[in-house]
T-cell receptor, first 115, second 111 residues
């Protein structure tokens, strides 16, 4: 089955620094990947749709300058949280689909803590 | 446009059955179901496309009622391993593109 690898799984950073999270589709090509944010005991909130070779599409209320997305190849999308603040602390998860009629495969998630 | 899940939480004894519902006010093209364990990413269970199909594997199955814009997930003879939070995800008009997720239903199976 489809596998999506996400790194790092856990990161602690100081307020004001930037953090990059990688999402790779290991055994399939993903022209589109999705980035979610999840707070404790809450649902998955879609942040943006990452499109290979073009700009990401951000959901309403998500700051594109703060959450930089790059999808430079068919197997890699990155999310950079710039100038991180404690309120950015959350569980970030990426997902991709191998085929349109299959479900989404999620990465293992990244728990970001900003201190 | 977020689908609505019910109930919010269910507590069962091993061997009991449960039904989780997911409904939408907007026409659904597909519904997917996922299970998430604490601290882990969601795991895909199954996808149902419009057309009113029913799917299942082992003791977990689901149906999609296109008329009611509703999907139900059926867990029969629940096992301890079924515990977790179940999310439904939905796509609209086509099956390409982004999915919106419900708030989740927390299922706890006790011995």
């Amino acid at each position: 089955g489809a596998v999506v690898s996400q790194h790092p799984s856990r990161v602690i950073c100081k307020s004001g620094t930037s953090v990059k999270i990688e999402c790779r589709s290991l055994d399939f090509q993903a022209t589109t990947m999705f980035w979610y944010r999840q707070f404790p005991k809450q649902s998955l909130m879609l942040m943006a749709t990452s499109n290979e070779g073009s700009k990401a599409t951000y959901e309403q209320g998500v700051e594109k300058d703060k959450f930089l997305i790059n999808h430079a190849s068919l197997t890699l999308s990155t999310l950079t949280v710039t100038s991180a603040h404690p309120e950015d602390s959350s569980f970030y998860i990426c997902s991709a689909r191998e085929y349109n009629n299959y479900g989404y495969t999620f990465g293992s998630g990244t728990r970001l803590t900003v201190v | 446009q977020q689908p609505v899940q019910s109930p919010q939480a269910v507590i069962l004894r091993e061997g009991e059955d449960a039904v989780i519902n997911c409904s939408s006010s907007k026409a659904l093209y597909s519904v997917h179901w996922y299970r998430q364990k604490h601290g882990e990413a969601p795991v895909f269970l199954m996808i149902l496309l419009k057309g009113g199909e029913q799917k299942g594997h082992e003791k977990i199955s689901a149906s999609f009622n296109e008329k009611k814009q509703q999907s139900s997930l059926y867990l029969t003879a629940s096992q301890l391993s079924y515990s977790g939070t179940y999310f439904c995800g939905s796509t609209f008009s086509t099956n390409a593109g982004k999915s919106t997720f419900g708030d989740g239903t927390t299922l706890t199976v006790k011995p």
